[in-house]
């Protein structure tokens, strides 16, 4: 009887050890997934930088069930509960997902915490900056003609005004892609001459839809004698001055020493095929260069002559080529700086 007592037990002994295992063992995978869960609960921001009165926007993932985690805003290195109440804050929805919070914060470098379960558990940090909008206020390039010929690629560089706009990105565009097309890369843009006729490319802002046109005219791939030909021509007919629509002093002499160096190559009878396309290539760099030479009062470059150009001349009055904040377009008479002269060119082009 005892014996049969004794197996009884050591059998209910047995049953509740395996009982006891298995509780255990449920336990120990319900910690595990705990721990796997917190580790996966993350912050991401949609940027870095977002305008004062802008919404702050975040992804998040592993948060819990309840609906009780959270994202709070604090000052960048402060660490709640200590700092207090957060600047702003919002709930966040369980499991994974996107959050919208509201921006009064004033400019300055800021911590979004993403704590758990309404307290003060942080499981990331990141960290976002709020700037003051400095919008757009115009956009000039830095060439206003552009002759090229077939099957040539230029460079347009465009200027976006001020230069601490927190939005200065472009977009270009060709009025005929077939005579010239544009590839974007940034502020600058590659021109390709696909055939000879005439084209606008143009550029436009993002922020204010400011615009600035450059007249592209495409050639034929003429013979050293042809744009020989067409350099003195262009040389004959310029006059240089101080007015609007003349040439820079000195323009002219820096051409015809070009037009000289090519006449010279073309009359040389041994002249191999890459000495004359070295010629060619010299003789369109030199009649690019005098192009850009033409002093002209349209300095925004929107096609008309107005009390804009000479604001813009007048914002940066004293400059000279070299500083910081030089502006090409403003140097009216492409003399390495911007005075009365300049002022002057262009106050006279508004009242004509």
Request: net charge negative; aromatic share 4%; glycine share 10%.
């Amino acid at each position: 009887m005892s014996k049969k007592r004794n197996r009884k037990m050591l059998h209910l002994i047995v049953c509740f050890a395996s009982v006891m295992m298995l509780i255990f063992n449920l336990t120990a995978a319900s910690s595990i997934q705990a721990v796997e869960a917190a580790g996966g609960q993350t912050l991401t921001m949609d940027k870095l930088q977002y305008l004062k009165g802008e919404a702050i926007t975040l992804s998040y993932t592993g948060a819990g069930a309840s609906g009780s985690d959270w994202v709070g805003v604090y000052k960048t290195g402060d660490v709640p509960p200590g700092a207090g109440v957060s600047l702003s804050w919002g709930y966040l929805k369980s499991g994974d997902g996107k959050a919208s919070i509201s921006n009064g914060l004033a400019p300055g470098k800021y911590d979004a915490l993403f704590m758990l379960d309404d307290g003060y558990e942080i499981v990331d940090r990141k960290t976002f900056e709020v700037v003051e909008h400095v919008p757009v206020n115009g956009v000039t390039l830095d060439q206003q003609n552009v002759v090229m010929t077939e099957g040539e690629t230029r460079t347009l560089t465009a200027t976006v005004t001020p230069a601490n706009a927190n939005d200065t990105k472009v977009s270009w565009v060709s009025s005929d892609p077939a005579v010239v097309s544009v590839t974007a890369t940034g502020g600058s843009a590659s021109l390709i001459g696909h055939s000879s006729g005439k084209a606008i490319v143009t550029v436009t802002t993002a922020d204010g839809s400011f615009t600035a046109s450059t007249n592209v005219t495409v050639e034929l791939n003429l013979t050293l004698q042809s744009l020989i030909d067409s350099a003195r021509a262009k040389h004959d007919a310029a006059l240089e001055g101080n007015e609007d629509g003349l040439y820079a002093a000195g323009s002219k002499t820096q051409l015809q020493s070009a037009i000289d160096a090519a006449n010279a190559t073309a009359n040389d009878s041994n002249a191999t095929k890459e000495q004359v396309d070295s010629a060619k290539a010299a003789l369109k760099a030199a009649i690019q260069e005098f192009d850009k030479q033409i002093i002209t009062a349209d300095v925004n470059g929107d096609g008309k002559r107005s009390v804009g150009d000479l604001a813009i001349v007048s914002g940066v009055h004293g400059g000279q080529q070299g500083q910081a904040n030089w502006n090409e377009n403003a140097d009216v008479n492409h003399d390495g700086k911007v005075d009365q002269v300049d002022l002057k060119i262009v106050a006279k082009a508004i009242l004509q």
